[in-house]
Every structure is written in C-alpha cells, then in structure tokens.
C-alpha cells in the first residue's frame, strides 16, 4: 500500500501498544454486509468493500478485542480480484 500508511503501519507495529490496522479496499456505499480478511503476509485480495462491511468488522473488534490483537488485517469483498473496483 501507500509508502506514507506503510511507514505508519511499521510504526505502531514495531510499538508496545496493542493494536488492530484495518486495510479496507475501495470503500463503497453498497448496503450490504459481505467480506473477507486477509493478513499481513497474506495477499491482498479484491479491489472494493462496503462501508457497512468495514464497520461490522469494526464493531466485532470492539466487542472482542482480542480478535485480530496485534493484527494487520486487509479487509475486502469476495470475489472482487480485478484491476480496479467496479465503478472505475
């Protein structure tokens, strides 16, 4: 991702804090709740996500903090793997 996120990132990794980075895709307006998470050293998969999607994850990691616990966790729409998202 962006040298600018990827230095922050490596910031508050190489910390003490505990921490959760959230990678969302392209973020879209779409009412629905449907994604998939992918980690650090995984690859990143699909190019888009809802809003509604990102804020779910967001609300299970409050509610469960020790969920993706010292995580970089990539979050993004199933079968969304192309170039760009759709409304590019």
């Given at each position: 991702y962006l040298p600018i996120y990827k230095k922050a990132a490596d910031t508050i990794e190489s910390s003490k804090l505990n921490y959760t980075?959230?990678?969302?895709?392209w973020l879209s307006d779409i009412n629905e709740i449907d994604y998939e998470i992918t980690h650090k050293?995984?690859?990143f998969k699909g190019t888009e996500?809802?809003?509604k999607s990102v804020a779910a994850?967001?609300?299970?990691?409050?509610?469960?903090?020790?969920?993706?616990?010292n995580d970089n966790i990539g979050i993004s729409k199933p079968n969304t793997d192309?170039?760009?998202?759709r409304w590019k």
């Open positions: 980075i959230l990678r969302p895709a050293n995984e690859p996500v809802s809003r994850v967001a609300v299970q990691i409050a509610k469960n903090p020790e969920l993706y616990l192309f170039s760009k998202p």
